[in-house]
């Protein structure tokens, strides 16, 4: 069964934009739940530009909601996600001045640093996942460091399909990454600039078992609410 992980990061976005309290992240991942996501995705980055340490901590508390801690490898977040004890982490690269994720982590040049963070979180039973770029050597590194799953950055392969120009060459990266990540007993997610059209292109990849998709979501429901966009997205992935 494909999961469908709903990323609630752009709800604090727009409570800090008045720095009050509304619209609450902590309402906001039990209505998700409710609504039908399988888990929510948080990331407590190092500006703290969206969530805060005490959302993360609240929102990890909350009962029979799956939470997926997004993070960097800086030492004190590291810590902080140690304590906060959340279901799920994913390991991202963060740069301070990007709008948004900008691509997979380096894994040739983090590796050491990586191990030990995902052997720090193995301990603790935190199932731990990498983001990054679909390429062949990020699956065997990911393999070789053990990591329990590998989020692939799918922003290229979106940013393709919106531009209405040929994604196909960028499918198969991601297909032949699935498969072979799949072969090695690493579980598959995508991520990254997702909206209907791409995730069903890549629902069709029957190694992909879990879609984690932000800002799509949280800008529909402007529109059509949020309840009626998970919904949307859940047919997609589970059709």
Do not use: W
């Amino acid at each position: 069964m494909k999961r469908l992980g709903v990323n609630i990061d752009h709800i604090a976005t727009l409570r800090n934009a008045r720095g009050e309290k509304h619209p609450d992240p902590i309402f906001a991942a039990k209505f998700a739940k409710k609504a039908g996501a399988n888990s929510i995705t948080i990331h407590l980055r190092e500006d703290r530009r969206h969530i805060k340490d005490l959302d993360a901590k609240k929102i990890c508390k909350l009962k029979n909601i799956l939470v997926n801690l997004e993070i960097s490898t800086n030492s004190e977040i590291v810590r902080k996600a140690l304590n906060i004890k959340p279901d799920f982490i994913c390991i991202v690269p963060e740069k301070r001045k990007e709008i948004t994720t900008e691509g997979g982590l380096n894994l040739i040049k983090n590796k050491k640093k990586l191990q030990k963070i995902i052997a720090r979180f193995k301990k603790q039973n935190i199932r731990t996942s990498l983001f990054i770029n679909p390429s062949i050597l990020d699956i065997k590194i990911s393999k070789e460091i053990k990591a329990d799953c590998v989020e692939i950055h799918t922003g290229r392969v979106a940013n393709l399909v919106k531009l209405n120009k040929s994604y196909s060459n960028e499918l198969k990266k991601i297909f032949k990454c699935s498969k072979l990540a799949n072969k090695f007993g690493i579980e598959v997610h995508a991520g990254h600039g997702l909206d209907y059209k791409t995730t069903k292109i890549l629902s069709k990849i029957k190694e992909i078992k879990e879609f984690n998709i932000g800002h799509y979501i949280i800008g529909e429901s402007i529109f059509f609410g949020l309840s009626k966009v998970i919904k949307n997205f859940n047919k997609i992935i589970k059709s």
